[in-house]
């Protein structure tokens, strides 16, 4: 009984999480209410209250069904220093720009991080927990671009912090400008172009 219980805990907190991002995407998240996603999940607001404390709760809790996989990559990255780190960071946002090109939840919830979040104070926890996410990004190429300054692979006069903080910008310029505009380019054939372009002006010549 207790184990069925903890299933259904788990279907409802699932249908809550489906439900708020639907409409954090269809109407943006200060217009989304607790009660409206209780009403499109089909359960009480008290059901709500019973898996999270708030709105940014709900909020951080549907980016975390997404940021995993991007996690584990990132993982892949310093676990790995022999490798190559210009084919270790090419391989890390190849692999993000296909995900994010081949996952219509995973192309739903950045939309709503990059389009639909008005970064409001109630959401600031959430907010803070992308940022975190923008941060150890940013400090997992820089240690990679490191690796490649010290091999004399990096170009003269980039240093490793800059290198990764462009890199980072240049993606999420990607990022935002291709969930507005899907159809701008085949993000899945044309992702190891568009990461190509930006290395080869990091490297050594």
Known sequence: MARRT???AETTRAAILDAAEQLF?????SRTTLEKIAQAA??????IYWHFDNKADVFNAMLERVRLPFQHLLAEVDSNPHV????QVRDLMVNALQMIANSEQLHRVLTIVFHRCEYLDELNPAVNKQDE??????AVMQRAFARAEQAGMLRTGVSPRLAASAFHM????IISSYLLKPQQCDLDQHAAVLID???QG???R
């Open 6 to 8: 903890k299933a259904e």
């Open 25 to 29: 995407f269809q109407f943006g998240v």
């Open 42 to 47: 089909n359960v009480t607001r008290g059901a």
């Open 84 to 87: 190559d780190p210009f084919l």
């Open 133 to 138: 996410l923008d941060a150890q990004t940013i």
């Open 170 to 173: 240049y993606v999420g310029g």
């Open 197 to 199: 372009a930006m290395l």
């Open 202 to 204: 990091l490297k050594q």
